[in-house]
T-cell receptor, first 114, second 113 residues
Framework: EAQVTQNPRYLITVTGKKLTVTCSQN?????MSWYRQDPGLGLRQIYY???????DKGDVPEGYKVSRKEKRNFPLILESPSPNQTSLYFC?????????????FGSGTRLTVV | SQKIEQNSEALNIQEGKTATLTCNYT??????LQWYRQDPGRGPVFLLL?????KEKRKERLKVTFDTTLKQSLFHITASQPADSATYLC????????????FGAGTRLFVKA
């Protein structure tokens, strides 16, 4: 089944403790992206990657890091999480060909930083 | 800065009627406009995409229009059903120094039986 898999689904952590949220897709998509979703603000793009070893900042990159060493994986790293990073996070992927059918999203990771 | 506006108020309609949701944008020249459905606690699901040179697109009971002069898209669900109740997100894609996607905050739709 074509899908984007995020782990973990839920995570509670303490301020300053480094964490990684994993994202993997099995569709051979070139493009991958991370979003956070907060009430009333909608989805805001954190980072995106148009292919292996190519990453770029979205609208809210501060406090986050990403890497794209393999096509299928795009982990999101919070080096020193803070309470304002408490949010619902989504990873998404898509093909970059002309026949484009939108993004496939993961099921989300609900992160709480205390 | 680029901005997308969707009606923040929920839309309540009766089963069988047509639901119409609006997406307005400013300071952007999108190459594509997309609509997604999102259920509580779940990831958005892609519904339809329309390109800047297209005026209208249909898929089953769904119809999207795209007016680049008005900077507006309308999303219609005909013969609506209670199962259509969800939040609907509008998203714009374009090349502005990198391929970026911006999403609206969504409009919640309730279809009453």
């Amino acid at each position: 089944e074509a899908q984007v898999t995020q782990n973990p689904r839920y995570l509670i952590t303490v301020t300053g403790k480094k964490l990684t949220v994993t994202c993997s897709q099995n569709m051979n998509h070139e493009y991958m992206s991370w979003y956070r979703q907060d009430p009333g603000l909608g989805l805001r793009q954190i980072y995106y990657s148009m292919n292996v070893e190519v990453t770029d900042k979205g609208d809210v990159p501060e406090g986050y890091k990403v890497s794209r060493k393999e096509k299928r994986n795009f982990p999101l790293i919070l080096e020193s999480p803070s309470p304002n990073q408490t949010s619902l996070y989504f990873c998404a992927s898509s093909s970059m060909t002309e026949i484009w059918d939108g993004y496939t999203f993961g099921s989300g990771t609900r992160l709480t930083v205390v | 800065s680029q901005k997308i506006e969707q009606n923040s108020e929920a839309l309540n309609i009766q089963e069988g009627k047509t639901a119409t949701l609006t997406c307005n944008y400013t300071n952007y020249s999108p190459a594509y406009l997309q609509w997604y459905r999102q259920d509580p606690g779940r990831g958005p699901v892609f519904l339809l995409l329309i390109r800047e040179n297209e005026k209208e697109k249909r898929k089953e009971r769904l119809k999207v229009t795209f007016d680049t002069t008005l900077k507006q898209s309308l999303f219609h669900i005909t013969a609506s059903q209670p199962a259509d109740s969800a939040t609907y997100l509008c998203a714009l894609d374009g090349y502005t120094g990198g391929f970026k996607t911006i999403f609206g905050a969504g409009t919640r739709l309730f279809v009453k039986a």
